[in-house]
């Protein structure tokens, strides 16, 4: 073992410059909780860049030190559809390969092909380049050392500090093996033995994002009767980002839906482990209310089984008289599929929910992990099951509840946790003491992830900070009406934020 040669990362260089060229750029607020993600810079924006491709190659050498310190060399490594990403990941590959990994290189992929690599090529770590639903510019990795997780804030914090202060080992013996044909494998493996009884009509939309080149072939392998929507591969994302959260893509599978006769529309971000929904009628159904769905549907099957949903679900899972009935029991964890991925492992849970469409399944349904296909896979399989029942009817049978979009105010990186802390310390304050939120007693804070604050009558308001972007998250939802659910954001939570003038605007709101 040798001290590498390559120079420890600045925080900040300036473009176009020698330095730029020669010292490694890692921007520290990259290492996210259970991600590493970075602005890593696009033509006519003046937002200067937190990291450079000597800043990869050093961020793939401090990951190869770290899996060497946890007994595996072994690396699945793959890239998103974004024009520098290959470029990100060859650097990172260098990194890997100084640090004595043995590379397996899968090419373009969604992030659940590399998991499924992991298995399919017995890889006990990943790789996985990609900003996720992230606007073009940013950039990212996913990583993991022990399949099927992907890294929480203790390895994420490791890796900071190997990076950053330039602690990287060099090891020979790094290699790099190309492997062809993954994509064919995974969709075989999702179709399995998987076969509609009779051919739902479905809009398939990924926003000219890599799922295009797997989610059409895919359903139509399990005999759904696919309508494709923004199918066709296009870095530049011509419409809108590929994000299923984002009101542009759902207004655009809302009418492709009324307008193709089709019973959904399913649709995936921009490395396909994320999947939205939009009904029958044109109706975004949030992927907390679809979770249920699903867990109605698995629990009848599955009694006394346990599922795993974020901080920004619904609380319709407590009070459902269908998982009642079934035994269900429903654990409300951190926001992160990092986190949701580790809970439902721990839980021995069946599955687990993220309002944002990460969906994870365990055994017999999956391996741990989250995947927008075997999601679709089982939304279509339940829909095949209900009996002639459209998706709208199965909504309706669901207790009411009014939620909102989840909505994001800018709030920098370096402060928003310092922020957030001060919001969980205001509503704690109001609990202890018995205050009101809107006429109403404060029930319980859930301070897990953020300030999650539920109401007397079961609605709540959750604040919290995002852990890939410099941003702040906020859900409502009301038992009582869209008006109160309005009430909820505009007369609670958005005067409450607006006291800090860190917070900025928000993404969209309602």
């Known amino acids: 073992m040798t001290k590498t040669t390559l120079t420890k990362p ?14 490694p750029l890692v921007k520290p607020t990259g290492f996210r909780e ?6 890593f810079g696009m033509q006519g924006n003046d937002a200067a860049p937190e990291l450079n491709f000597l800043g990869v190659q050093a961020l793939g050498l401090g990951l190869g030190t770290l899996l060497q310190d946890y007994g595996t060399s072994r690396v699945v490594v793959g890239h998103d559809y974004r024009f520098y990403s290959l470029s990100i990941k060859q650097a990172l590959i260098l990194g890997l390969m100084q640090a004595g990994c043995e590379v397996l290189d899968i090419g373009l992929a969604l992030s659940p092909v590399a998991y499924y690599a992991q298995f399919a090529l017995d890889a006990p770590a990943v790789a996985m380049v990609t900003a996720s639903h992230n606007e073009n510019g940013w950039t990212g990795v996913k990583m993991g050392a022990h399949k099927p997780l992907t890294f929480g804030p203790e390895e994420m914090g490791r890796l900071k500090d190997i990076v950053l202060s330039g602690a990287f080992e060099e090891r020979v013996g790094g290699s790099l093996t190309r492997i062809d044909g993954m994509r064919e494998r995974y969709i075989a493996d999702i179709v399995d033995d998987f076969k509609l009884s009779r051919p739902i009509k479905v809009v398939v939309a990924c926003g000219n994002g890599a799922a295009g080149a797997y989610a059409p072939e895919a359903l139509r392998a399990m005999g759904a009767d696919v309508v494709e929507m923004d199918c066709t591969l296009d870095w530049t994302f011509p419409k809108y980002n590929p994000n299923p959260e984002d009101e542009l893509m759902l207004k655009a599978m809302a009418s492709t839906v009324l307008n193709s006769g089709a019973e959904l529309a399913l649709g ?13 009628q044109g109706e975004e159904i949030f992927a907390d209310k679809i979770g249920l769905l699903l867990a109605r549907d698995l629990s009848s099957s599955h009694k006394n089984a346990t599922f795993v949903v974020d901080v920004k679900s619904t609380g319709a899972y407590k009070i459902d008289p269908v998982l009642k009935a079934n035994g269900a029991r429903v654990d409300y964890w951190k926001t992160g599929h990092s986190y949701i991925k580790r809970r439902t492992h721990e839980l021995g849970a069946l599955a687990g929910f993220e309002k944002s469409g990460h969906f994870f399944f365990r055994a017999p349904y999956g391996r741990g992990y989250d995947d927008a296909l075997v999601a679709a896979r089982a939304i279509l399989g339940m829909l095949d099951r209900a009996g002639g029942r459209v998706l709208s009817t199965l909504k309706q049978e669901l207790p009411l509840t009014w939620t909102s979009l989840t909505m994001s105010a800018h ?4 402060i928003k946790y310092q922020v957030i802390d001060k919001v969980v310390a205001n509503y704690v304050a109001l609990a202890n003491t018995n205050e009101s939120i809107l006429g109403r007693a404060i029930r319980d804070v859930n301070t897990v992830n953020g300030a999650r604050v539920t109401l007397a009558d079961g609605s709540f308001v959750l604040v919290r900070a995002s852990s890939n972007k410099p941003e702040l998250v906020v859900v409502v939802e009301s038992s009582i009406s869209d008006g109160d659910m309005r009430a909820l954001f505009h007369e609670e939570v958005k005067p409450r934020l607006a006291a800090y003038p860190e917070v900025g605007h928000y993404n969209q709101t309602i």
């Open 10 to 23: 600045r925080a900040e260089l300036r473009t176009n410059t020698l330095d730029f060229e020669m010292t």
């Open 34 to 39: 259970y991600d590493a993600r970075w602005w």
């Open 268 to 280: 995936f971000d921009g490395d396909g482990d994320r999947c939205g929904v939009v009904d029958d």
């Open 411 to 414: 709030c920098a990186d370096e």
